[in-house]
């Protein structure tokens, strides 16, 4: 664990939070910020920055929990949403997964998709680049 990191503070009772799930690796916890009403936030124990910065043994029970709380908020359309780094949008160093019920329009996570279109061969060979580190 981190000594400045909020969410190493939370799983160490530091500072206070609305617990809604708790693990040996996993703890998940009410957003004080919600986008809506049931946002909720899941994290790994594991102090890491990045995705890849987490053991994948400490990862296991994350998507599992989401699902949990997505059913336990009775969110019926909702997003998971994950960032790495800055420009990601993360503001929080720790691995972190949101669950964001989004119960009409107004309310949730609102985002904008800019497409692309690559060409063809572009588009070949990164999957053959990315393919071979699989």
Known sequence: MAASCIFCKIIKGEIPSMKLFE????????????LSLGHALVIP???????????????????????????????EDYNVL??????????????????????????GLGIGWPQQSPEKDKLQKLFEEIKSKM
């Open 23 to 34: 693990s040996e690796k996993t703890l998940a916890f009410l957003d004080i910020n919600p």
């Open 82 to 107: 994950q960032n790495n780094g800055r420009i990601a949008h993360q503001q929080v160093d720790h691995v972190h997964f949101h669950m964001i019920p989004k119960p009409n329009k107004e309310e």
């Open 45 to 75: 124990k594991h102090h890491g920055a990045k995705l890849t910065e987490i053991p994948d043994d400490q990862l296991n029970e994350i998507l599992p929990v989401v699902k949990k709380l997505a059913v336990a908020a009775s969110a």
